[in-house]
């Protein structure tokens, strides 16, 4: 009777991490029902339909299980051999946005492409194509990039073509979110600290440089400095610093409790892109710094699913598969960070939205498709059961 239990045991399907699945699946309803609850007002006033945003977001997420669904059949093996053909592909993608005509300007920038049903940001899916890019140069190329300076030179100046072409949409945010994640695959593939500390200085420097020399960076900057000595300063009226003031008056007014869920007043034309960038600010308004908090850790909790099935794979010796994961995950990390700063001020505005959380279906869709991702390497681990599937070359 024990062998048969044990055999079936063996046998039982397995469907990838269920508590991956079980709080992405959480993050998607509150987004669903906050975002619909911080875009009524400007539904209402723009469309004349104050659910319109909710069902436009419904229809992402539909369209983002059935890409998910599509993505999780591919085998890892695929994106392996095809790691170097991604990086071209990325290199198209954004340069095909800066194509007169073909590129959709909003906002003061250039960043997506009208495809009928909606505007893709090209920034989110060249996330995902990057990502494996970097993994499989990692994991055939381990040993020159983590003991050499030359090595570790390499990803840094492979990555210089689409920073280039993401600075010229201007995509500044999505250019932070990118070389954090990759600076992290470096750090855990097992790169030199000091190499890593210098590349870390540089950037930095490299990313001040870029604020002091963009008139339309630095007005960010110096809007944000303004909000923080004079909210309503008539110069910042409307801009960056105007956002990031109504939107510590919303953390004000919802204090720890909230107002109650659909009561938010600064969702009424107060705060600009309460339904984007800044539903943090409304989540707090409505259901209070307390429902932030329990955010945070539902994020903080999906994150750690994501690290660990990146760490199994790396213990099995899976290192692509580790390497893979390890970038989706600080993707996700640099986001939530830099979208949660931006809302309570700690950064200037950045304009990225809230993973799940935030309307907008080139975030929604390249987030489905990243868990699926992270799904099927956690399978294609278990059926390995622990053997290596790629090696370091």
Not at 150 to 155: I, N
Not at 167 to 190: C, K, Q, T
């Amino acid at each position: 009777m024990q062998a048969v239990t044990h055999q079936q045991f063996q046998t039982r399907p397995y469907y990838g991490d269920s508590w991956l699945i079980i709080l992405a699946m959480l993050l998607v309803f509150v987004g669903l029902v906050m975002m619909t609850s911080a875009s009524v007002e400007i539904g209402e006033s723009l469309h004349r339909d104050p659910f319109y945003y909710f069902k436009r977001q419904l229809i992402f997420i539909l369209l983002g299980l059935v890409g998910a669904i599509i993505t999780f059949q591919i085998p890892l093996l695929w994106w392996q051999k095809g790691s170097y053909g991604l990086f071209i592909i990325t290199l198209l993608l954004l340069s095909l946005v800066l194509v007169p005509g073909v590129g959709y300007t909003a906002g003061g920038g250039t960043r997506w492409i009208n495809i009928g049903f909606m505007t893709l940001q090209v920034s989110e899916p060249s996330k995902i194509l990057i990502v494996f890019f970097m993994a499989g140069l990692l994991s055939r190329q381990h040993e020159f990039i983590c003991n050499s300076l030359k090595g570790f030179l390499l990803p840094f100046a492979l990555m210089s073509l689409p920073v280039l072409l993401l600075l010229l949409e201007p995509d500044f945010g999505a250019v932070v979110v990118i070389m954090f994640a990759v600076m992290a695959m470096l750090f855990l593939a097992g790169a030199r600290f000091w190499h890593f500390l210098l590349s870390a200085i540089l950037l930095l420097g490299a990313g001040s440089a870029m604020i002091f020399t963009s008139a339309y960076r630095m007005r960010r900057v110096t809007s944000y400095l303004q909000a923080l000595k004079d909210p309503f300063h008539e110069d910042i009226v409307f801009d960056s610093g105007y956002q990031l003031a109504q939107a510590l008056i919303g953390f004000g007014r919802g204090e720890w409790l909230g107002m109650g869920l659909g009561n938010s007043i600064q969702k009424m034309y107060f705060l600009p892109d309460g339904h984007t960038d800044f539903i943090i600010a409304i989540i707090a308004e409505e259901l209070g710094v307390i429902s932030v908090l329990a955010l945070l850790l539902l994020f903080t909790a999906f994150i750690s699913r994501a690290l660990i099935i990146a760490r199994k794979n790396e213990t099995n010796g899976n290192f692509f598969a580790a390497y893979a994961a390890y970038g989706f995950a600080f993707i996700f990390v640099a986001q939530v960070a830099i979208n949660v700063c931006v809302n309570v001020g700690l950064l200037p505005n950045k304009g990225l939205t809230l993973p799940f959380i935030s309307y907008g279906g080139s975030s929604l869709l390249t987030c489905m498709a990243m868990v699926a991702l992270l799904l099927r390497i956690d399978i294609e681990n278990h059926q390995t059961g622990g053997k290596k599937a790629s090696v370091r070359v």
